[in-house]
């Protein structure tokens, strides 16, 4: 899959276009980035899924091709992945990361059709995790309302994600660093969905899709505990850890995990 798959449209309860591509054949699945991603974030993992899925990735409201209404609400997000899977033939799998895992979550909780739920390292902090990153989604409207994307970028990765300054120093100096700008007015939306890293042990109590939370080996501890207590407060819910880095595995890794959970 690249720049030259086709992409298609559909229409949100709210009117607003969200872009996707579909790619591969099989039973469907869709992607759902976490901050700083679009479409393309996913397109390996879609490929590598294509042989046995059709695979949905998509644009967040706000990013990429997809449109932006204001203002912004959760509903209007899960919204948007009901308009997906109403496109993917009426039920579907959904695979989300980070704070994509979180929506994810909370989209099947309110009762979409969805098949299976695999959940990678959605941000809760749970145990001696609480509380040690602070809520920062006033913080980030405020800067994107006088469109200061830099230190809204900085913010979120510091007080957040958790680099150092040295790190922030160095991205800044990258091209990347334009990208992640580029969507910075989206980073509230992230910081909404996580709602300071709280765990919606209530919502989550209510998926009854089969679900399987994900975790790297190389991802902090707070990120794989966060993992595990997702599962565990969905009934039935599944963990795994995979080898991989920092707050990713490799689709080559990913991919079958995900097969064997979702097909068996």
Do not use: C
């Not at 910075?184 to 939306?189: E, F, G, K």
């Amino acid at each position: 899959m690249d720049e030259a798959t086709p992409v298609e449209q559909v229409r949100s309860a709210d009117g607003t276009p969200i872009a996707f591509e579909r790619s591969g054949a099989g039973p469907a699945i869709v992607l759902v980035g976490g901050a700083f991603n679009d479409r393309t974030t996913t397109r390996a993992l879609a490929s590598a899924l294509a042989p046995d899925f059709t695979v949905f990735g998509y644009d967040r409201r706000g990013r990429g091709h997809s449109g932006d209404t204001p203002p912004y609400e959760i509903g209007r997000e899960v919204d948007d992945l009901a308009a997906l899977i109403a496109a993917a033939g009426g039920s579907a799998a959904v695979y989300g990361i980070s704070s994509g895992a979180i929506l994810a979550a909370l989209a099947t909780a309110e009762g979409l059709p969805v098949t299976g739920l695999v959940l990678f390292e959605p941000p809760f902090q749970v145990g001696s995790h609480v509380g040690v990153r602070k809520d920062i989604t006033a913080q980030l409207i405020e800067l994107i309302a006088v469109d200061d994307r830099d230190a809204a970028v900085e913010v979120f990765l510091s007080a957040w994600v958790g680099l150092p300054a040295e790190s922030i120093s160095g991205l800044r100096s990258l091209p990347m660093w334009g990208g992640l700008t580029a969507i910075a007015h989206t980073l509230p939306y992230d910081a909404i969905v996580t709602a300071g890293g709280h765990l919606p042990a209530d919502q989550l109590a209510a998926i009854t899709a089969p679900t399987l939370a994900v975790d790297s080996t190389a991802s902090p501890q707070w990120l794989r505990d966060a993992s595990r207590a997702a599962a565990e407060a969905v009934p039935g819910g599944r963990s795994i850890s995979l080898d991989g880095g920092f707050h990713e595995v490799e689709p080559a890794t990913l991919a079958p995990a995900l097969r064997e959970f979702l097909l068996g």
